[in-house]
């Protein structure tokens, strides 16, 4: 293990193009299995708590000019 | 959870003729093309077809479909498979033509129809967002975008200054 950066950016470039380079079925696992990871932290509570800064939705049309 | 059976199930819409054509989008469909990223829903875009009687397209036809099959409503979404499904009709020229474009991927025993990486790279520079930047980043850096295509895309839909301005922020070594 090492703690130079540049090391430990590498590596993070390497893990990502090997899990880009995954078959798509097992990608998609990988989004089932963070999406479930993902609900059990948040919990409900969560999610109906007005006050929890949230994305904005996708416009999906030009900006205005 | 699994995703596979929301593609099925749109598959199975899409041949009894509930929609046209579909195409997927969003964080699911990067996840065809990049690693995969964890997202909230399933963002599938689609042509709606008119009711009977209106001129006017709904996804009525769509949910009646899926809440038949056990999918439930919340919100704008339609819950299938334990997934929040959200239907998005083709808001833009841009995404008109990433459905008309979009591509068959296999998928183990079923297939999908996803956007093309350089129209969901496209579509990303649009929407704008910080989120929308970094995957368009993500894009870039795993090397799978046609330059060709992709820049014809960014000019086609009147990009060109979104992308050169993406460029100096995030591709430019200079200050």
């Known amino acids: 293990m090492s703690f130079e950066l540049h090391a430990i950016l590498e590596s993070k470039r390497a893990l990502r193009r090997q899990l880009a380079a995954r078959p798509v079925a097992e990608k998609l696992r990988l989004l089932d299995a963070m999406r479930e990871r993902e609900i059990a932290i948040r919990g409900r509570r969560i999610q109906s708590d007005s006050s929890v800064l949230r994305e904005e939705p996708a416009p999906f049309r030009p900006k205005p000019l | ?175």
């Open chain 2, 1 to 175: 959870m699994d995703i596979k059976e929301v593609i099925r199930a749109i598959n199975e819409m899409e041949a009894d003729g509930v929609i046209e054509c579909y195409a997927i989008g969003g964080a699911v469909g990067a996840t065809f093309y990049l690693e995969p990223v964890a997202t909230l829903d399933v963002d599938i875009f689609v042509t709606f077809r008119s009711e009977p009687g209106s001129l006017l397209a709904s996804p009525k036809r769509i949910f009646d479909y899926l809440k038949a099959r056990g999918g439930r409503m919340q919100g704008e979404y339609i819950v299938v498979a334990g997934w929040p499904v959200q239907f998005l009709p083709p808001g833009t020229p841009l995404v008109e033509e990433a459905l008309k474009d979009a591509v068959r991927s296999e998928v183990v025993g079923t297939s999908a129809r996803v956007f093309t990486a350089e129209h969901l790279a496209a579509i990303a520079l649009q929407a704008g967002r910080a989120k929308d930047k970094a995957r368009l980043l993500q894009f870039v850096e795993a090397g799978v975008l046609d330059a060709t295509r992709f820049q014809a895309i960014v000019s086609r839909h009147g990009l060109e200054d979104a992308w050169r301005k993406f460029e100096r922020q995030f591709l430019s070594d200079a200050p």
